[in-house]
């Protein structure tokens, strides 16, 4: 079983910035992909970004396109979100997320909930005006 632990979110005003880790421990060795998730209060879980853990390949959502950035740390077998110009409406749990097989012919296509194998407990981060 894969363990996933998330650290770095805390309480930021807004403009600010922020980087979380996701730290893999347990059965990671076959890991393909992970990922990246928030949710609101009152919203469903949102997929923001995910990495290709062989190559590096990401891609990450227009929601967000531009002030967070997806990368990854092989050796420390943690991924990372550095999340710029953080908005009140940035407010959410945020989960890391793992993959353990490829499923689709392209990076692009791993946005849904369903196709991710663990999670984390997540993070709070909390933007204030």
């Known amino acids: 079983q894969v363990r996933l632990v998330e650290s770095g979110g805390g309480l930021v005003q807004a403009g600010g910035s922020l980087k979380l880790s996701c730290a893999a421990s347990?059965?990671?060795?076959?890991?393909?992909?992970m990922g990246w998730f928030r949710q609101a209060p009152g919203k469903e879980r949102e997929f923001l970004a995910t990495i290709i853990w062989s190559d590096g390949s990401t891609y990450v959502a227009d929601s967000v396109m531009g002030r967070f950035t997806i990368s990854r740390d092989n050796a420390k077998n943690t991924v990372y979100l550095q999340m710029n110009d953080l908005k009140p409406e940035d407010t959410a749990v945020y989960y890391c997320t793992f993959k353990r097989e490829r499923t689709h012919a392209g990076v692009h296509y791993y946005t849904s909930i369903n196709d991710y194998d663990n999670w984390g407990q997540g993070t709070q981060v909390t933007v204030s005006s």
């Open positions: 347990g059965r990671s060795s076959s890991t393909y992909a």
